[in-house]
């Protein structure tokens, strides 16, 4: 059952990023092979993989890929080094997967500039979302329009789109919207996005957030006072709900 | 080392006080003993009564009375009477020694009443103008021949007997000082040895009138820490083991929760098989989050998991912890209700953000684990004031409505050890690690936690920690 929301949620609009080629690289023939078969049937189109560093390297000579999912530990290397020379050849998404949960690696990765790391053992959806925020997080230029119960979201053009008519978001709103549907479908918190729209230090923003959540909703909803696209979750924070839930 | 300076402080003090009870003991005992002699000292009495007994007779003879007769025997002394004028001795008394002069110049007078005649120590009366000598037995007087001293000395006798005393005083406190700085300075480096015994390694110099003390501070200091590298030596390996079984098992397990959950959507397969995979997958789900639990609660026991202390706001991590958990809950089952104290914004402390958001984590899914029916659950943030410049504190309240836990299990869970901890087998201690880790983390924050039954019913878990801001009721974040 969820599993069926999430494919409905992350196939709806996003087909184009669903274009985009996956190199995978683990020394685990299975787990490669589930891996490739849970992306695959998810609807990315183009998967390859490799169990080498070597591999991997020729096969992104090649082939251009524009997220890569790496193990740490692979047989000719590790994938924090990996990842460093795949770098040297162009930017590139990267999502760890590995069995090291381990604090260090954590900040090895993200030190290396790392999108996110995922540890083993992952359910598929939990590994489909994190794919899916990475992608969205990076190549959102190439966003197109988001759909919602009531309106289109245009990300590139800080808009909402509502029959004919066109609103222009504020640089907040756009930066709080940009967050919730980074994260489409999950909760964030009060704090997650006072960070977003406010910096480091967002400590007294709340009464701020719940005016502009107004605000956004009047735009966003057909009946601002009975969201349901834009939620609230009492004391925690608010979710984006994308249209065809 | 400080209680070693307190020692010798204490000692000091000690000397301090016991000087002048000393000085007073010894004056008092003085008086007590001198206070017994008499006043006529060296029976000068006697010898005016001698005198005051003479009579002169009808026949010119002089005559001393029954009561004279008895004072010389008392005293055991003899006397003569030295007439005025002539210096002769015109009486004596009976048994008078040979060697006693029976004429006398004014200046032997002189002499003789001031001293000794033939080392007979005397004393003197009169008789009219006739003078009177008493002479004691040789050893009953010890007499201060030249009974003056100057009048500037006696007139500065008290200054003299108070810097006598300062000086006395001084003495013995510079002979103590260097005596007790000369211990100190043995008895130092054996004593910061032993202080740092449980701490760190020690070193004692052998040397000194407590080298043996000091060779056993460094046998005991070798045997500890041969223990200690024995110790984490064990640690280590159990830690190591843990993890590195913990990191074997994430890949198998990743593929069986990888399949079973493929499997459990593949609408192609019959019910019952989608049925089946989904136990599994849940089970896999309960593997996954031991290993995890298994690996940090280790490394938490054992040292070995870096606590990163940064200045932090508590309700972004209950928020986020929150979250992350509802996140999970697709089906809903678990609604979550965060209450924060009326016009808290940020709750500031210092924490390791990924650890105490664990920590809430763990509750919640320990809650979600004992109600798989579902249930509600409860947060709740409150702060107290600190007193008197002590740090305030954060209440974390986090309960639910479901099952709850009997008396019984409640007094296991509070009082029992985890097995990990714990040597011992018994099956009856083996509970989840999830609230293992809750109390590891809070206490390496310096907090408390508190397991309870529900408000209503349920279970209750209830979080202490110290925090920054708000230390009083009504500051606001600067």
């Known amino acids: 059952m969820w599993y069926y929301y999430l494919r409905e949620v992350l196939s709806m609009e996003y087909d184009y990023l669903k274009q985009k080629r996956i190199l995978l690289v683990d020394d685990e023939e299975q787990l490669r092979e589930l891996v490739a078969s849970i992306l695959t049937q998810e609807g990315y189109a183009q998967v ?8 991997a390297l020729s096969l992104a000579e090649a082939w251009k890929p524009e997220l890569a999912i790496l193990d740490v530990m692979l047989p000719d290397g590790d994938g924090f080094e990996l990842l460093s020379k795949l770098r040297g050849k162009g930017d590139i998404p990267a999502l760890f997967l590995t069995a090291r949960g381990e604090e260090e690696d954590k900040f090895q990765g993200f030190g290396l500039g790392a999108d996110d790391y995922v540890v083993k053992p992952f359910l598929p959806r939990e590994l489909l979302f994190r794919i899916a925020a990475v992608l969205r997080r990076s190549y959102k230029e190439e966003c197109p329009r988001v759909k919602l119960a009531a309106c289109e979201l245009d990300f590139e053009r800080a808009e909402v789109l509502r029959g004919e008519e066109r609103l222009p978001l504020t640089a907040k709103e756009f930066e709080l919207l940009g967050a919730l549907y980074r994260n489409a479908g999950r909760i964030v918190t009060i704090d997650g996005l006072c960070e977003a729209a406010w910096g480091d230090n967002p400590y007294g923003y709340e009464n701020s957030l719940m005016a502009h959540i107004r605000r956004i909703r009047e735009k966003i909803e057909e009946n601002p006072s009975k969201p349901v696209s834009l939620l609230t979750v009492k004391g925690l924070g608010y979710k984006l709900v994308l249209a065809g839930k | 080392m400080k209680g070693t300076i307190r020692l010798i402080r204490r000692f000091l003090l000690l000397m301090v006080c016991v000087v002048p009870v000393l000085f007073f003991l010894n004056l008092a005992m003085f008086i007590a003993y001198t206070w017994r002699e008499r006043s006529d000292n060296g029976g000068w009495q006697a010898a005016i009564k001698v005198g005051e007994e003479l009579s002169l007779g009808s026949d010119g003879q002089y ?3 029954a009561a004279g007769q008895q004072e010389l025997a008392d005293y055991d002394a003899w006397a003569i009477l030295v007439e005025d004028g002539t210096g002769d001795v015109v009486w004596h008394s009976e048994g008078l020694p040979e060697e006693i002069p ?10 003789y009443t001031r001293g000794y005649i033939a080392d007979y120590p005397t004393t003197v009366g009169s008789r009219g103008d006739d003078l009177v000598i008493l002479g004691h037995p040789k050893t009953a007087y010890w007499k201060m021949m030249w009974n003056s001293f100057d009048y500037g000395m006696i007139a500065g006798l008290p200054r003299m007997l108070l810097s006598f005393l300062l000086l006395n005083g001084a003495l013995a406190f510079l002979i103590y000082m260097i005596l007790g700085t000369g211990i100190l300075r043995s008895v130092k480096p054996v004593v910061q040895g032993m202080e740092a015994l449980p701490e760190q390694d020690v070193h004692v110099r052998e040397k000194g009138f407590l080298s043996e003390v000091a060779g056993a501070v460094n046998r005991v200091n070798e045997k500890l820490r041969a223990q200690e590298r024995a110790l984490r030596k064990r640690e280590n390996a159990r830690a190591g083991w843990i993890s ?57 026991e054992y040292q070995m998991q870096p606590v990163r202390m940064e200045e932090l706001n508590l309700t972004a991590v209950l928020r986020q912890a929150a979250a992350d958990f509802a996140n999970e809950d697709l089906e809903g089952r678990y609604p979550i209700d965060f209450r ?26 320990n809650s979600r684990q004992h109600n798989p029916e579902g249930c509600s659950l409860f947060m709740e943030l409150w702060t107290e004031t600190g007193k008197e410049g002590k740090a305030g504190k954060a209440r974390i309240r986090l309960s639910d409505d479901g099952v709850g836990v009997s008396e019984e299990q409640l007094e296991t869970l509070r009082s029992t050890p985890h097995y990990m901890m714990d040597g011992g087998t018994g099956v009856q201690l083996r509970h989840g690690l999830g609230l293992l880790i809750v109390r590891q983390i809070v206490t390496a924050h310096g907090g408390q936690v508190r397991l309870d039954h529900g408000p209503a019913w349920g279970f209750l878990v209830e979080i202490v920690l110290d925090i920054l801001w708000p230390n009083s009721g009504t500051d606001t974040p600067s």
């Open chain 2, 340 to 365: 924060c104290q009326e016009g808290l914004g940020a709750c500031r402390m210092r924490g390791d953000r990924e650890l105490l958001q664990r920590a809430v984590y763990n509750v919640l899914s």
């Open chain 2, 102 to 111: 029976l004429h006398y110049s004014a200046a032997e007078i002189s002499w």
């Open chain 2, 244 to 300: 590195g079984v913990s990191h074997d098992i994430r890949t198998p397990l990743t593929m069986v929760l990888g399949y079973a959950a493929k499997l459990e959507e593949d609408v192609s397969l019959p019910e019952e098989a989608r049925r089946k995979a989904r136990v599994i997958r849940l089970q896999s789900v309960k593997m996954k989050n031991l290993v995890g639990n298994l690996n940090l609660a280790s490394k938490l």
């Open chain 2, 63 to 65: 005559h001393l009375s």
């Open chain 1, 48 to 55: 390859r993989t490799a169990g080498t560093v070597a591999d």
